[in-house]
């Protein structure tokens, strides 16, 4: 079955305890990318990554950091995590850049909460 | 830049009503649109989507017309179901910026 796999669904950590959430697609895609989720704010792009070794920041980049050293996996770490990082955060694939008719494919998301 | 407003929410509805989402749009050149569903603690899944001016993407009962002469891609169900309770978001993408621009999303709830 394609899909995109995150982990942990569901997290609580303290400030400045690192962690990373991990996510893993099947699909051979090229292009991955995180999204943080807020109310009344939609999805945000944190950062993506056109291909292995190739990562680029999004539109709220900070305090996070991204590694594409396979093609499947594409990591989120919080190197110092903060309350203003709590959100819910979706990974995504696709064959090639969102474009024209490209289709997006997300995981199930991971509940972050610092304290 | 480009920009996605979608009608605030919640929106209520009964069983059978007809629904509408409005989303409009602000993008330079020829976006792609599309919408997304978000089920209670799952992620993101396609719904439908558009390409050109005119298009309309279906899915599910669910569809929405590209609009290019008034930026929209609202969405319309004739007869929504308690199964349909969700988070919608519109999302357009193109114009060479590597991302999905997504609306802030519009949560349905459907009673019996």
């Known amino acids: 079955e394609a899909q995109v796999t995150q982990n942990p669904r569901y997290l609580i950590t303290v400030t400045g305890k690192k962690l990373t959430v991990t996510c893993s697609q099947n699909?051979?895609?090229?292009?991955m990318s995180w999204y943080r989720q807020d109310p009344g704010l939609g999805l945000r792009q944190i950062y993506y990554s056109m291909n292995v070794e190739v990562t680029d920041k999004g539109d709220v980049p900070e305090g996070y950091k991204v590694s594409r050293k396979e093609k499947r996996n594409f990591p989120l770490i919080l190197e110092s995590p903060s309350p203003n990082q709590t959100s819910l955060y979706f990974c995504?694939?696709?064959?090639?850049?969102?474009?024209?008719?490209?289709?997006?494919?997300f995981g199930q998301g991971t509940r972050l909460t610092v304290v | 830049g480009d920009s996605v407003t979608q009608m605030e929410g919640p929106v209520t509805l009964s069983e059978e009503a007809f629904l509408t989402i409005n989303c409009t749009y602000t993008?330079?050149?020829?976006?792609?649109l599309f919408w997304y569903v978000q089920y209670p603690g799952e992620g993101l899944q396609l719904l439908l989507k558009a390409t050109k001016a005119d298009d309309k993407g279906s899915n599910k009962g669910f569809e929405a017309t590209y609009r290019k002469e008034t930026t929209s891609f609202h969405l319309e169900k004739g007869s929504v179901q308690v199964s349909d309770s969700a988070v919608y978001f519109c999302?357009?993408?193109?114009?060479?910026?590597?991302?999905?621009?997504f609306g802030a999303g519009t949560r349905l709830a459907v009673h019996p």
């Open positions: 995504a694939s696709s064959f090639k850049e969102p474009g024209f008719n490209t289709e997006a494919f």
């Open positions: 999302a357009l993408s193109g114009g060479g910026y590597n991302k999905l621009i």
């Open positions: 993008a330079t050149g020829y976006p792609s």
């Open positions: 699909m051979n895609h090229e292009y």
